[in-house]
């Protein structure tokens, strides 16, 4: 049952620590998202990546988050330093990107973080 | 840029009803457009994925239809049940798939 995968599924820390969240997409996709979810803001896309390389990040946060794909199954999403408007459920998806340009994206259970 | 709106906010129906949620986006220049399932503190199940030279698609006793010129989507779902209880969110694929457009989601609950 292929599915995407995301660590750790809860992460509590201190303002101004790191954090790194992973997700391992579903073999053979060839992207991944990473959206936050709040009440207030609903689902952003913070970064989007396309065979490994970044395409889009213009959701992120530049000078805190960084996002980056070391191999095909592994993604990461770090924020240094944390502050507690960061505090969200963070969500990494895989697709297929067709030739035509549709993508079915599947979602991993996300992270929920919070910043104190 | 585009914008994704549904309505209802929240629904809450008797079991066995028939229901439809609609979804409407501002660009109808679109890949294709995906409806979701989100149980509380979970992720997102995939429901259905219509492209966009489709009008519709059909899993069990959910029906989603296209109006890609009208910016319109609808979700129907049949005879719904207490199991169907959640929050639905669709999303619009546009940009050569780089991106996924949520809307604000439906909050349905079906009552035993």
């Known amino acids: 049952d292929a599915r995407v995968t995301q660590t750790p599924r809860h992460k509590v820390t201190e303002m101004g620590q790191e954090v790194t969240m992973r997700c391992q997409p579903i073999?053979?996709?060839?992207?991944v998202f990473w959206y936050r979810q709040t009440m207030m803001q609903g689902l952003e896309l913070l970064a989007y990546f396309r065979n490994r390389a970044p395409l889009d990040d213009s959701g992120m946060p530049k000078d805190r988050f960084s996002a980056e794909m070391p191999d095909a199954t592994l993604a990461t999403l770090k924020i240094q330093p944390s502050e507690p408007r960061d505090s969200a459920v963070y969500f990494c998806?895989?697709?297929?990107?067709?030739?035509?340009?549709?993508?079915?994206?599947?979602f991993g259970q996300g992270t929920r973080l919070t910043v104190v | 840029k585009q914008e994704v709106t549904q309505i209802p906010a929240a629904l809450s129906v008797p079991e066995g009803e028939n229901l439809v949620l609609n979804c409407s986006f501002t660009?109808?220049?679109?890949?294709?457009l995906q409806w979701f399932r989100q149980d509380p503190g979970k992720g997102l199940t995939s429901l259905l994925l219509i492209q966009s030279s489709q009008r519709e698609q059909t899993s069990g006793r959910l029906n989603a239809s296209l109006d890609k010129s009208s910016g319109r989507s609808t979700l129907y779902i049949a005879a719904s049940q207490p199991g169907d209880s959640a929050t639905y969110l669709c999303a619009v694929n546009d940009n050569y798939g780089q991106n996924f457009v949520f809307g604000p989601g439906t909050r349905l609950s079906v009552l035993p």
């Open positions: 998806a895989s697709g297929r990107v067709s030739g035509a340009g549709n993508t079915e994206a599947f």
């Open positions: 073999l053979g996709h060839n992207t």
């Open positions: 660009d109808s220049a679109i890949y294709n």
